[in-house]
């Protein structure tokens, strides 16, 4: 799969195959490069960054410290310049994570942490919302997986990190609206994720599984059958294990598959 060399009016997103982990590559109008988490397997991950021009990432953003999610940071490092760092607001006591965050004590650019109701502007017009997590919030782990709803166009995609029912129930509470046309499917398709209730309210017209279902048994039989009722027409539930890496562009004019 190939991104254009310029710029392009429309938002590019590409949902990486990078085995049983997340990430997730935003190409914005005029060609600036974001990534939401980064997975664990850099052989697989700096290549396709590469191959489809990413020379500097204006932003990395890593939804909660688990290994799968942040492993390949520091090959990201080392290979591309990087302008600014969102980290999670929580922590974990696995060294591999402790390391990261003792390298990034000489990261030259920006770092933040971002909670619910920040709202980013990137160029090209995109908006990120932030629906998750709330500041000084109870939960941990998975649950406080930083959640970003992309919107441009009119067209939205939902970044779920591994949230489960415990942060999905939580947003709905807030009032946040997470309805999308793109859902990052949360936790790998896991059973404690994607309850009927957040699907429904979410309403995408594409589901995005990122897995290796060798590994967990991912996307479990009950999450997928929440899908499909939210989603009867399942070659609309798209996994990364089976498909590779899936990208789709947005412009005013709709949504579509690309490769």
């Known amino acids: 799969m190939e991104g254009p060399a310029g710029g392009s009016a429309s938002l590019r997103v590409y949902f990486l195959d990078v085995g049983q982990g997340d990430a997730c590559l935003l190409q914005t109008p005029g060609n600036r490069w974001f990534l939401y988490d980064v997975g664990n397997l850099e052989q697989y991950l700096v290549p396709f960054l590469k191959g489809v021009g990413v020379d500097t990432l204006s932003g990395v953003f890593i939804s909660h410290p688990d290994l799968d999610h942040y492993g390949a940071f520091p090959a990201v490092l080392r290979e591309f310049p990087v302008k600014k760092i969102h980290l999670p607001c929580g922590t974990n006591p696995n060294p591999a994570w402790l390391r990261l965050l003792s390298d990034l004590d000489a990261f030259q650019g920006e770092k933040d942490t971002l909670f619910a109701g920040d709202t980013l502007l990137l160029p ?79 309403a995408p017209h594409w589901a995005v599984i990122s897995c290796d279902s060798t590994v967990y048994g991912h996307p479990h039989p009950e999450a997928m059958a929440d899908l499909k009722w939210i989603l009867p027409d399942s070659s609309r539930i798209l996994r990364t294990d089976r498909e590779g890496t899936i990208g789709f562009e947005l412009d005013e004019w709709g949504v579509r598959r690309i490769r």
């Open 124 to 202: 090209g017009s995109v908006k990120l919302r932030v629906l998750w997590p709330f500041p000084h919030n109870a939960f941990l782990d998975n649950d406080i997986s930083t959640v970003l709803r992309v919107e441009y166009q009119g067209k939205r995609i939902l970044l779920t990190g591994d949230i489960e029912e415990g942060a999905e129930r939580e947003i709905l509470a807030s009032g946040a609206d997470p309805s999308a046309d793109i859902l990052k499917v949360a936790h790998h398709g896991s059973r404690t994720s994607s309850g009927l209730p957040f699907l429904a309210a979410v």
